[in-house]
């Protein structure tokens, strides 16, 4: 007997606990619900935003892939403020920005004020533990190599069994 859903084309917990082989699935049903991550997961599509950030955002996700570690864009990584990193890698809390702003004329990352908040959000962010690698539109493309570094290093720094955490 099949499940009749509605206007979804997936399965659902609640599909599954009504289902006659609700028991074979009992590990599924069990399962605690899961905290709300801050970040959006990176799937396979990025929004076309410009030539420099759709080339970072699918070099990262290439990388991240190979690396089998999971990005994140738009991260919130401080949970008393409202700070997010461009693109995240929390699970070897390395962040990437793109700091795009400082090219345009009218700008908030221009102005003293400006440039102030974002080195408290990097000052914040590395006394949690990130380490950011920052980039602009004369450097993006060095990204890569400058990832590989940082990954390099902060895996020196781990034990073995924490290389690869996802």
């Known amino acids: 007997m099949l499940l ?24 599924l049903i069990d399962q605690p619900a899961q905290k709300k991550v801050k970040g959006k997961k990176v799937a396979k599509h990025f929004k076309k935003k410009n030539k420099h950030l759709d080339w970072m955002g699918w070099n990262l996700l290439y990388w991240c892939n190979e690396h089998a570690v999971i990005l994140e864009e738009e ?8 700070w997010r990193f461009d693109w995240a890698i929390p699970a070897l809390k390395i962040a990437i920005e793109y700091e795009g702003g400082i090219f345009m004329e009218k700008s908030g990352h221009t102005s003293a004020r400006g ?6 959000k990097y000052n914040s962010a590395q006394c949690l ?11 993006y493309k060095n990204l890569i190599t400058e990832l590989n570094k940082v990954y390099e290093k902060e895996k ?3 034990p073995l069994n924490e290389n690869h955490s996802v």
Request: hydrophobic share 30%; proline share 2%; charged share 30%.
């Open 75 to 82: 991260h919130q990584f401080n949970p008393e403020r409202k």
């Open 156 to 158: 020196c720094k781990k």
């Open 4 to 27: 009749k859903m509605k206007k979804s084309n997936h399965f659902t917990i609640e599909h599954i606990k009504q289902s006659k082989c609700a028991h074979l699935n009992q590990h």
């Open 115 to 120: 440039m102030t908040k974002d080195t408290d």
């Open 129 to 139: 533990g990130w380490v950011v690698i920052r980039f602009t539109a004369l450097n």
